[in-house]
């Protein structure tokens, strides 16, 4: 597994808000973001933010994709 962490903006940050749940697959187009700061112990701290364009949801959970997986021609269909 591997998480990515997804900055959200406006509209699509409160339907995210409103429907996106653990197991829920979704799509995300977006650019790369890179941060870095010192935190208060003087550390030196970098990010990888994904700031999303679209975010596409699919229906259903981790059930649906565990009973009907994308297939690879169905996942070179899609528009990002």
Do not use: D, I
Not at 7 to 20: G, K, S, T
Not at 33 to 57: C, D, I, L, P
């Amino acid at each position: 597994t591997e998480w990515h962490r997804v900055v959200v903006w406006e509209r699509q940050a409160e339907l995210c808000q409103r429907y996106l749940k653990k197991g829920r697959m979704v799509a995300v187009s977006g650019r790369l973001a890179h941060r870095s700061w010192e935190n208060a112990q003087g550390e030196k701290r970098h990010r990888t933010e994904v700031v999303a364009y679209h975010v596409k949801f699919f229906s259903g959970g981790e059930e649906a994709r565990l009973q009907a997986p994308l297939s690879p021609a169905a996942t070179q269909s899609l528009p990002f």
